[in-house]
């Protein structure tokens, strides 16, 4: 193969930007993440592009490729006509810090919204007992590689910064998903996602599980379920008469636990040696000290 | 994220003079450097005893390298075979690292492992299951029973994930108490730190810059816990992410840590060799845990011609008994496919070599013909999509090439294996950038156990540092920062000089070629004259732009910590006249029992790199006496054996506690005759 693509790649900040035309080589196997680095070695040194592994596995170099949502190292150059003009831009529901990079804090600030696993209470480490049935439906969403362009694609928010507070976008309601399916979770989550994370929002169009590089089937999987779940539980007459005797979730009543973990080793696994003795076992040799 | 930020006097009268070279200041108790499985583990330990953490990592939040782990966390839980346990996983490591492991390391990591596993599970894990709901364990190369706990062949994600929502949940829990998510863990993502900055010997901080703006920061603390993982970028062919610029193993070295066992650097055997854009790519070895074969172009399983003399027992001699072993494990012995990683490696680069390879230089990884293509999808869901979406091969369909790709090296800061402190007051290490656990090969498996033991020990280890410190709190000194700009800034004002890019390219090819899975004395030596080369070039890079965001200006400031590590391991390489794992020379192809007991050592000296001998502590005799005379026999020298419990009679004490003394006798530099196995390299016994 071999050949010079035309490029036209989004360059500018906060300030504002514009698409800048490029001439680059391709070579054989290439995928567009290949042309925005042999850009940076050879044309454009300072041009900025978010990556790590390169491999699909960090959902790092989310961007709009010819205007769609993809990740940049799961782009193969051979899915375009070599005479094809590609355009590069950064994703767009999140503020652009430079050139092909954005400020996705949104997604950030949302995930520590979201309450953490409540275990059970009185379980010891190792003790846990799962069926792979029932962990398999949450381990399709914990399969997630936060790239976020199902929050990037999401209409609830890609055109409406409003609708950014009180909306926490498709991963993170199934981030509540994940946790209400998992089988040892003691927390009921049903109306956090109505009521605090903005599930009413959510009309299910499926743009999230369409652009999903994990395939995740996040509409069918998670939020449809979740919606069905809230929509039992509300009109739950016993729900109904339990909520207005008890005050929601005492569990939220957690105290910090500040328990060391150290503490806590866990069943013995045969070792003679207890987990939180952090020091010397005897005087050693100064060589490894 | 949020900055809790200070500014201190410091700032304000630099700010006026310097314009946008001023410097943030932050202050916390511990700062973890690195937020892959070992950081987030130290910084949650540190943050359970009390102490106010944080966090600075190069990518985001949970991009960290360990969600590139595929195959599993190895503890002896003994869910699978219940005759596994703490003490055959500690032979199954010592074996693999060739006896040169650290054998206190080792052994706390095999008696930890499955509690820090167990206790990933509070923390919202959901690990593969048995059919009794326990974890379900696989099996992988060199671990004598199925031992790793998975999630398919995404379980790095897991613990990356399941560590990073730990995280999140205590800053919840300090919300509620303080009203701030990071009054006590705070993450500074998009942070490079670019120096230690020490008050005499000890820490006080350390000083970098955050990415997307270039801000110039300075974190105060007097206990810095470096999580930075390893060094691949400076090789060419590498499964590492950009992050793996051995910015640790530099930053230890220029506070006056000292680096050992750099010349073991491992090479997996199976990357991906085409297309060449994904080269070097990982191909998980659950593969060969889960009955993937490895065949040369002839359709030979030529495994069986590679079964070295001190595996002999352990490993099947006909396709039949290896095949049997899958379902039948108690009766019959492991496929060679599952030989450590060293092996696996060589026999590819030979079968290559020797014209026996597949069209892209590598040979064939087989699972299709040994199992239904649901089977493959369900069992190795993000393999069967990254061969479809990298390269459009359908594993389910043919074979793979694979070939090896540098992965993960097991020179590393060293520490004491119970604190995981290095020699400079207040530093630490875990992870990949501590050395000394795996010897001269880690296992499969055994390095996301690490992160979590040694994460664990680290933040523990720097809390009760923190704790006897008393009021001798050390404070960072103007000059110290002020030096620390300069060098930053440097690439930004050079002018016309050299690219980074160029120089960065130079710097791989040298080491790929020159120091990579086979070596010679000759290749290592023109390494090292290309490397001193780049060294005065490398002073001399200059980027365009401004610092907001700006990658050419990042890999300038990286290149000098690549350098740094790569001479390091060029330099031991050179030295160590014999193969032993992760270190193979052409010219000195055997293992050699005297050089069992040498460690390599680097520290710098006036700003060069210097190389010394030091002694192996002799191992404790209850660890000694759990392998069998007859297997030590073939690492150790004959001097060493006494005392094994097979010299009756019993109770009689080995010299292990002399090793102190012998070691310090024994360290001596290179220039004044480090002879292998002469009489100044006792080491004990």
Redesign the interface.
């Known amino acids: 193969m071999g050949y010079q693509a035309k490029f036209k790649v989004w360059r500018g900040?906060a300030e504002g930007g514009d698409f800048v035309d490029y001439r680059v080589d391709v070579?054989?196997?290439?995928?567009v993440l290949?042309i925005m680095h042999r850009l940076?070695?050879?044309q454009a040194?300072?041009?900025?592009?978010?990556?790590?592994?390169?491999?699909?596995?960090?959902?790092?170099c989310s961007a709009e490729v010819n205007g769609r949502p993809r990740l940049m190292?799961?782009t193969?150059m051979?899915t375009f006509g070599e005479d094809e003009e590609i355009s590069v831009a950064p994703i767009r529901t999140f503020p652009v810090?430079?050139?092909l990079?954005t400020?996705?804090?949104f997604n950030?600030t949302k995930?520590?919204e979201?309450?953490?696993?409540a275990?059970p209470e009185g379980v010891a480490?190792?003790e846990?007992?799962?069926?792979?049935v029932d962990?398999e439906r949450?381990?399709e969403f914990?399969?997630?590689?936060?790239c976020f362009l199902c929050q990037n694609v999401c209409h609830v928010v890609r055109d409406h910064e409003e609708n950014k507070e009180p909306f926490s976008g498709p991963r993170y309601l199934m981030r509540i998903a994940e946790?209400d399916m998992?089988p040892l979770?003691v927390r009921n989550r049903k109306e956090d996602a109505q009521e605090d994370h903005g599930l009413g929002y959510c009309n299910i169009t499926k743009c999230c599980t369409e652009v999903c590089p994990e395939?995740i089937k996040i509409t069918d999987n998670a939020l449809i379920p979740m919606k069905e779940r809230v929509v039992d539980r509300k009109y739950d007459p016993l729900v109904w008469l339990g909520k207005k005797i008890f005050k929601r979730q005492e569990l939220e009543k957690r105290g910090?636990?500040?328990?060391?973990?150290?503490d806590a080793?866990?069943?013995d696994?045969?070792?003679?040696?207890d987990?939180d003795?952090?020091?010397?076992?005897?005087?050693?040799?100064?060589?490894?000290? | 994220m949020t900055d809790p930020g200070t500014t201190t006097a410091f700032e304000a009268s630099e700010a006026e003079a310097t314009g946008d070279t001023a410097v943030t200041h932050h202050t916390y108790d511990v700062v973890v450097i690195g937020a892959g499985g070992a950081g987030l583990r130290a910084a949650i330990e540190a943050r359970l005893r009390g102490k106010r953490v944080a966090i600075i990592c190069k990518s985001l939040f949970g991009k960290a390298h360990t969600v590139m782990a595929e195959g599993g966390i190895a503890a002896s839980m003994g869910n699978a075979n219940p005759r596994d346990n703490w003490e055959v996983h500690f032979r199954d490591t010592m074996r693999g690292g060739k006896f040169l492991n650290n054998w206190r390391m080792a052994e706390l990591h095999a008696k930890e492992a499955p509690q820090r596993v167990w206790e990933l599970e509070t923390y919202g894990a959901l690990f593969d299951r048995t059919p009794d709901g326990k974890i379900s364990q696989r099996n992988f190369g060199g671990h004598n029973f199925p031992r790793l706990a998975h999630v398919g062949d995404r379980t790095g994600l897991e613990l990356i994930r399941t560590l990073q929502q730990k995280i999140v949940s205590l800053q919840q829990e300090d919300f509620a108490r303080s009203g701030d998510y990071e009054s006590d863990l705070a993450v500074f993502h998009e942070y490079t730190i670019t120096e230690l900055l020490k008050d005499g010997d000890r820490i006080a901080g350390a000083f970098g810059y955050r990415r997307p703006t270039g801000e110039l920061v300075c974190f105060h603390a007097a206990a810095v816990v470096l999580a930075t993982g390893g060094v691949g970028k400076s090789f060419k062919v590498t499964s590492n992410s950009w992050e793996y610029t051995g910015d640790g193993h530099a930053l230890a070295m220029r506070a006056g840590a000292k680096l050992l066992n750099m010349e073991f650097v491992q090479f997996h055997p199976t990357g991906m060799v085409w297309p060449p854009s994904v080269k070097g790519i990982l191909v998980t070895e659950s593969v060969r845990g889960d009955g993937g074969v490895l065949k040369n172009s002839e359709g030979e399983r030529f495994m069986f011609n590679y079964i070295p003399e001190v595996f002999r027992e352990q490993y099947a001699t006909s396709e039949d008994e290896g095949d049997r072993w899958y379902t039948d494990a108690d009766n019959n012995r492991r496929p060679p496919e599952l030989l450590p990683r060293d092996e696996v490696a060589r026999a590819i680069n030979n079968e290559v070599k020797e014209g026996r390879g597949s069209p892209a230089g590598g040979v064939y990884l087989d699972v299709s013909s040994r199992m239904s293509a649901a089977e493959i999808t369900k069992r190795l869901p993000s393999m069967y999509h990254q061969f479809k979406e990298l390269a459009d091969v359908d594993i389910t369909a043919g074979p793979m090439e694979v070939g090896p790709t540098c992965h993960y090296v097991m020179g590393g800061v060293e520490v004491d294996p119970d604190t995981a402190a290095s020699a400079v007051p207040g530093l630490f290490a875990a992870g990949e950038v501590a050395g000394g656990m795996h010897g001269s090969n880690r296992l499969g498996g055994n390095s996301l156990s690490d992160l979590l033991v040694f994460g664990c020990r680290a933040g523990a280890g720097a809390a009760a540092y923190l704790d006897g410190l008393g009021d001798t709190v050390p404070t960072v000194s103007d000059e110290s920062v002020t030096a620390a700009r300069e060098d930053v800034l440097r690439p930004i004002q050079n002018s016309g000089g050299e690219n980074a890019y160029t120089v960065h390219q130079e710097l791989q090819q040298t080491m790929n070629d020159l120091v990579g899975i086979i070596r010679k004395a000759d290749e290592m030596e023109l390494a090292l004259k290309k490397l001193h080369e780049l060294a005065d070039r490398i002073p001399r890079v200059a980027v365009d732009g401004r610092r907001a965001y700006n990658p050419g200006w990042h890999l300038a400031l990286d290149l000098r910590n690549m350098l740094m590590v790569s001479e390091c391991i060029a330099m031991a390489a050179l030295e160590r006249q014999e193969s032993r794992g992760g270190h193979t020379r052409d010219d000195y192809p055997t293992m050699d029992e005297n050089w069992r007991r040498e460690l390599l050592v680097c520290s710098l000296r006036d700003g060069e790199v210097t190389l010394e001998h030091q002694g192996q502590p002799a191992m404790r005799s209850d660890l000694f006496d759990l392998f069998e005379m007859d297997e030590l026999k073939k690492y150790y020298t004959g001097d060493e054996l006494g005392g094994h419990r097979s010299d009756a009679p019993r109770g009689t004490e080995r010299g292990t506690e002399d090793a102190g003394d012998e070691a310090e006798r024994s360290s001596t530099s290179v220039e004044t005759g480090g002879d292998p196995g002469g009489e100044l390299t006792g080491g004990g016994a």
């Open positions: 900040d070579e054989e196997g290439e995928v290949d940076q070695a050879t040194g300072d041009m900025a592009v978010r990556w790590n592994c390169k491999a699909g596995k960090c959902g790092s190292c799961m193969r051979s810090i430079r050139d990079v400020d996705v804090d950030y995930a520590r979201v309450p953490a696993f275990p480490p190792g846990y007992r799962m069926s792979q962990v949450s381990q914990r399969k997630c590689i936060e946790l998992h979770d395939h910090p636990a500040g328990a060391r973990s150290l080793p866990g069943p696994n045969g070792s003679a040696l987990a003795r952090i020091g010397h076992i005897e005087e050693r040799g100064g060589a490894q000290a």
